[in-house]
């Protein structure tokens, strides 16, 4: 067993939704582990836009065996904790720092990952604070704090969504918003409440997709927004954008469709995130832009590197909802307690409870959707 303040058997990187979540379960094993976290426990949610709510609804069904859809443990519930059904970022970090207390998980804050190695079986996870050293490492450092700002030409001359600190800091006359997923209609809804003219430019037609998987098309919750009365804005279907230039005072959109639109004020960019893969991108195979994982959700090319949390991609089978990525907490924390030879009795326990509380997905043949995020 490798102990001591900067050698453990497993080093997490993240202290998230995902990264707290699968802590839990390890927790619960025996198993001892850091998780190391550039900022405070739930950084990114933190950092949403203070207007910005949960899409998918919390509810207290957990006595029932029908945990709350945004908790990351099955015994814990945001509704209980935060009394609202739609949390924003604070209120869920609220959450998570209850349940980080509430599970005593060991946390080092204030540690950044700049780059990691693996030696002779063990991995060197060089930070800002030195070197720590452990056998098995879990990447849940997530894709919020990693936006991407290439998804056009003259895309870094706009704001990205995940800048936006409050909608009211950025309301102006008007504003063309780029992407009609979830957080393009977010800044839509939030830049109409304020006052502001949108023109929202979509690449397909997003608001026509209905799809039997919430993932594939737009939430409930958005829908509900989008039909409120003060709701209204110039929606654009069928115009991707190729281009953003800044000439005299404007900024000036092309779509591929050969549209323009122009407006004194900086295009705001909800075309989506990188991922902080970027980081270890050497230590995983890469199809389609997503890391190849093997049934235990570990790189197929460095054994004991585990991923957890929304990048998780099996085949068709995208986890990048709370309540599909925390099915694999117990999945990866399972395989650790197997190769560490922990009591088979104390694993088979929790691997129990957490097959009870619908907490576990092995079968992935079940879970054949895209997701939007
Ligand atoms: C606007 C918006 C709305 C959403 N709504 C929902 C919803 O309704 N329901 C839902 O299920 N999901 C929702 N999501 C998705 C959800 O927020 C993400 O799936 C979730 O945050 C991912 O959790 P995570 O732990 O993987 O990443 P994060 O929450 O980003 O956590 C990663 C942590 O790693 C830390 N970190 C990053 N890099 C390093 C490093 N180099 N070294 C050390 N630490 C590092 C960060 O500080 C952070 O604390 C939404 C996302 C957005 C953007």
Redesign the pocket.
Known sequence: MIQDFKNKDVII?????????VAVALKRMDINFVI??????????KK??EE?????PSFTGNFFKMPD??AITPETSPAFNLLTE?PT?DE?QAYLKGVSEHYKLNIATG????SVQKKKGIFIVH?NKGDYHCQFLIW???????PDRNTFKGADLCTH??EISSFKDIKTEDRIVIGSY??GC?AAINLCKEGTKVTLLDSTNNFELINSDSSYSL?P?TRDRLNEEDVYFDYQPESGVKEVRFEKGQYYVETVTNKQFNSPYKPINCTG?KS?LS?VESLFENYDGYPLLNNFDESTKTKNLFL????VKHGNALF??????RQRFAIVSERIAVRKKIDRSVVKSVINDYKENNFYIKNLSCCDDECI?
Request: charged fraction near 15%; glycine fraction near 12%.
């Open positions: 990187i993240g202290a998230g939704a995902a990264g707290l979540g190391l976290e550039k900022e405070e426990v739930g950084a990114s949610f949403w836009p910005t709510q949960f899409i998918s859809l945004n739609h970022g869920y540690v950044t990952l700049k930070t849940a450092a997530g894709e919020y704090q990693y969504y995940s979830e957080s977010d939430s919750f995130f902080s980081l957890v949390g929304p990048q990048c909802f709370i309540y599909k990525y995020c």
